[in-house]
């Protein structure tokens, strides 16, 4: 239920980061989308057992909302900074890149929780496991790509 619930959230999204985006730009759209994914990765650093009841569902659907803006926008901002015809080959090379670097982090993300262990951080509310760490360092880095879009101020 939850995942036809996340792709419909994703379809009635889209449209309004297109709307957005023509507003503004591929790369502020992205900045923002970011932002949500942000919200989304603390939201899953958040969820454990006594809570997954319900804070899986808005999680899901609150990254439902950023990977609905951020594959249209980083999809699409290709087009944008590529000479057209240059775009086949930037595309190609592009997305292989990506699904390397994809594999790569996955690897590395499964050696950290492996690594990790039974490390754990208690903050009061809820007791972080390593999976909840990951999404933690998954949301820090996230935030530093959207501060990078944020300073590119004559683009965004």
């Known amino acids: 239920i939850v995942s036809f619930i996340c792709v419909a959230v994703k379809a009635l999204t ?9 507003k503004t730009s591929f790369a502020c759209c992205a900045k923002y989308a970011g932002y949500v994914l942000l919200v989304s990765y ?3 650093a958040l969820t454990v057992k006594e809570n997954a009841t319900w804070m899986y569902p808005i999680a899901m659907c ?14 699409a901002i290709k087009f944008d900074i590529v000479l057209p015809e240059e775009q086949n080959l930037f595309i190609s090379v592009g997305n292989a890149a990506s699904g390397i670097i994809s594999f790569l982090i996955a690897l590395l993300a499964s050696a ?23 999404f933690l360092v998954s949301a820090v880095f996230n935030l530093m790509f959207c501060l990078f879009l944020g300073h590119r101020k004559n683009r965004t």
């Open 42 to 44: 603390l939201l899953w």
């Open 112 to 134: 950290f929780v492996d690594i990790s262990g039974a490390l754990s951080l208690d903050i009061g509310i809820v007791r972080l496991g390593n999976m909840q760490l990951l």
């Open 62 to 75: 609150v990254n439902a909302v950023g990977m609905s803006g951020t594959a249209f926008s980083i999809f």
């Open 14 to 22: 889209a449209p309004l980061w297109g709307k957005f985006t023509a």
